[in-house]
């Protein structure tokens, strides 16, 4: 599951930063758990939010170019 979803947040991500919400809906699962896998993400250094809140109040996350192995 976790390159799986990891894939598909980061192909969703390919337009320009979301929110947690906007990848959900992309994704079509359910916020509490694409909060679980942006998070995981965000930690391992593969999604940085930016500064600034949306007008909802809510982070944009947006990918970072990692080096492969």
Same mark, same amino acid.
């Given at each position: 599951d976790e390159h799986l979803m990891r894939g598909r947040i980061l192909k969703l991500l390919e337009a320009g930063p979301l929110t947690?919400? =906007?990848?959900a809906d992309g994704l079509g699962r359910p916020t509490?758990?694409?909060?679980?896998?942006?998070? /995981?993400?965000?930690?391992y250094g593969?999604?940085?939010e930016l500064k600034e809140?949306?007008? =909802? /109040?809510?982070?944009?996350y947006?990918?970072? =170019?990692?080096d492969l192995p």
């Amino acid at each position: 599951d976790e390159h799986l979803m990891r894939g598909r947040i980061l192909k969703l991500l390919e337009a320009g930063p979301l929110t947690i919400p =906007e990848i959900a809906d992309g994704l079509g699962r359910p916020t509490h758990e694409v909060t679980f896998w942006v998070m /995981g993400m965000r930690k391992y250094g593969y999604l940085a939010e930016l500064k600034e809140v949306t007008d =909802e /109040g809510y982070y944009q996350y947006q990918a970072i =170019e990692r080096d492969l192995p």
